[in-house]
C-alpha cells in the first residue's frame, strides 16, 4: 500500500511542471487575445434591469427589431422591424417579414397603441407569419423598457399586462460620429485624410479615403449584440497613389460583423473571428 501511494505522488510531482506549463500557455494566449479591449462579455449571464421611462420620445424613438413574439422567436424572409418617428408626427414603419408597414401611433405614458397600418402586397412564405404580427400589434395596449448587455429591449403587452411581443435595439450610439482610421488590419495608416462618418440610426456611411468619396448602408443582426455590417458599398473611382489603402479599407468594412470599444475615443470593428480589422479614433464633425 505504502508503495502504491509513494508512485502515486511521484507521477503527480513529475506531471505537475507539464501541467503548469500548460496552463501558462494558456493563460497568455487568452491575455494577448483579450488586451486592449474594455468591457469584454462576462460568462455571468446578466439579468434584465427595466429601464425607467422618462423621455419616450428620446428612449422609444428608431428603429427596433421583432425578436420575439407570444414568447416564440421570429422568423421571417426579410428583417422584421418597427421605426417609430416622433419627429413625424408618431408615425410607424418598418416591415411585418415580408412586406413593407406605415401607420401610426398613440403614446400616453406607458399606454402605446397602433392605428391602422397599411402594407405593400408581396407574397412571401415565413416561419413566422405576417399576419400573426399584424393581429400581435393591433392587441397592443402597453409597453415597459428593458435592458441587457449593450442592447434595450422594448415589450408590447396586451391589455390584460401580457407581453405580446419582444422588440430588440442594439446600442450603437458609441458607433455615431466622425473617425479617423487609424489602423487596417493591424497595419498603421499614414493619411490622416481618410476618415468616414457612421449613422447608426439612419444607417448609413460615408466617408473619404483622401482619393475618392465612399458610400454605403448599415445592416444589424438582430441575434447579436454590437453586431454591425458594412453593405453595398461604393467609391468615386478615381485611381489614385494611395488605391491600395482604399481597397484594404473597404475589404475590411466588407468582413467586419461586429464593433467594440477600446477606450474613450476608439473603437475596434471586428470580423466573424472577432479579430479586429479595423481600428478607429474619434474626430470632431466639423
Request: some cysteine.
Amino acid at each position: 500500500m505504502r508503495k502504491y501511494i509513494v508512485m502515486t505522488l511521484l507521477m503527480a510531482v513529475l506531471m505537475a511542471p507539464a501541467t503548469m506549463h500548460a496552463d501558462k500557455k494558456k493563460d497568455k494566449k487568452y491575455q494577448k487575445k483579450a488586451v486592449n479591449v474594455e468591457n469584454a462579455t462576462a460568462n455571468v449571464e446578466q439579468p434584465m434591469r427595466e429601464v425607467r421611462v422618462t423621455d419616450p420620445a428620446k428612449q422609444l424613438y428608431g428603429e427596433w427589431d421583432i425578436v420575439s413574439m407570444r414568447k416564440k422567436k421570429v422568423y421571417t424572409i426579410d428583417r422584421a422591424y418597427l421605426y417609430l418617428d416622433f419627429a413625424g408626427g408618431n408615425k410607424v414603419y418598418g416591415s411585418n417579414g415580408c412586406n413593407t408597414i406605415n401607420g401610426t401611433f398613440q403614446l400616453s405614458g406607458n399606454n402605446l397603441q397602433f392605428g391602422e397600418f397599411i402594407s405593400t402586397s408581396r407574397q412571401c412564405h415565413n416561419v413566422t407569419s405576417e399576419k400573426t404580427i399584424m393581429h400581435a400589434l393591433a392587441d397592443v395596449r402597453r409597453f415597459t423598457l428593458e435592458t441587457q448587455y449593450n442592447a434595450q429591449y422594448l415589450n408590447l403587452m396586451n391589455s390584460k399586462g401580457a407581453v405580446i411581443m419582444v422588440l430588440k435595439r442594439h446600442n450603437l450610439d458609441a458607433m455615431n460620429g466622425a473617425w479617423l482610421i487609424k489602423e487596417i488590419d493591424s497595419e498603421n495608416v499614414s493619411d490622416k485624410g481618410m476618415r468616414v462618418v457612421i449613422d447608426a440610426i439612419e444607417q448609413t456611411i460615408h466617408g473619404d479615403t483622401g482619393c475618392n468619396i465612399i458610400n454605403g448602408i448599415i445592416t444589424l443582426d438582430p441575434a447579436k449584440d454590437m453586431a454591425i455590417q458594412f453593405e453595398d458599398l461604393h467609391s468615386t473611382g478615381h485611381n489614385c497613389q494611395n488605391i491600395d489603402i482604399e481597397t484594404a479599407l473597404l475589404l475590411a468594412l466588407e468582413r467586419t460583423e461586429s464593433c467594440k470599444r477600446i477606450n474613450q475615443n476608439e473603437m475596434a470593428l471586428l470580423d466573424n473571428k472577432g479579430a479586429i480589422v479595423i481600428v478607429l479614433q474619434r474626430i470632431a464633425l466639423k
